[in-house]
């Protein structure tokens, strides 16, 4: 069985800091990751997804992760915060189909 | 374009009592799903449909029941509530090629009391 673990539930920032929210994933095969980012009283939003190939994907409102093979490893990053990033952010592994494993998600609180 | 819509946005009910949550996409995808979000948990996956006419079991459904008759529409229906299906209910939708980003709707907040 597959899945993801977000070790931090809460990750603090000052604005213009960089950020990182960890995620590991277990799976077999190859993997299939996400991100996506959760404002509040909305439903989830995607940010971006690994597949194969470069190991740093780029993806919305300036967001990218670092996939880590042999540390099965996924973790988001933006060079400069902004307190508009403040939100809870989900990683997820796919499965057959478009199955979707969450973890358990890591609220961002980025300060001024 | 409206995307996901679900409806309606909040619900108290008491135990016992059975309902329907709509949901509808208007992006011809073909596939279709419900999941639950429980503080610390994530989001859980109920049902899911990959067309019209194809439903089938995710990781936590029981309690609840799906049909798909078209494409467009994907209902929950919660045949006799429990306190431990209050949660928050999200219904996502993508094209069936193997994972495609997912879109969300906003969610129906339910409390079963």
């Known amino acids: 069985a597959q899945s993801v673990a977000q070790p931090e539930d809460q990750v603090n920032v000052a604005e213009g800091n960089p950020l990182t929210v960890k995620c590991t994933y277990s799976?077999?095969?190859?993997?299939?990751l996400f991100w996506y980012v959760q404002y509040p009283n909305r439903g989830l939003q995607f940010l971006l997804k690994?597949?194969?190939?470069?190991?740093l994907v780029k993806g919305s409102y300036g967001f990218e992760a670092e996939f880590n093979k042999s540390q099965t490893s996924f973790h988001l990053k933006k060079p400069s915060a902004l307190v508009s990033d403040s939100a809870l952010y989900f990683c997820?592994?796919?499965?057959?189909?478009?199955?979707?494993?969450f973890g358990g998600g890591t609220r961002l609180m980025v300060k001024p | 374009n409206a995307g996901v819509t679900q409806t309606p946005k909040f619900q108290v009910l008491k135990t016992g009592q059975s309902m329907t949550l709509q949901c509808a996409q208007d992006m011809n995808h073909e596939y279709m799903s419900w999941y639950r979000q429980d503080p610390g948990m994530g989001l859980r996956l109920i049902h899911y449909?990959?067309?019209?006419?194809?439903?089938d079991q995710g990781e936590v459904p029981n309690g609840y029941n799906v049909s798909r008759s078209t494409t467009e529409d994907f209902p929950l229906r919660l045949l006799s509530a429990a306190p431990s299906q209050t949660s928050v209910y999200f219904c996502a939708s993508s094209y069936t090629n193997d994972n495609q980003p997912q879109h969300f709707g906003d969610g129906t907040r339910l409390s079963i009391l």
């Open positions: 799976v077999s095969g190859n993997p299939y």
């Open positions: 690994y597949i194969t190939g470069d190991n």
């Open positions: 449909s990959v067309g019209a006419g194809i439903t």
């Open positions: 997820a592994v796919g499965g057959a189909g478009n199955m979707l494993t």
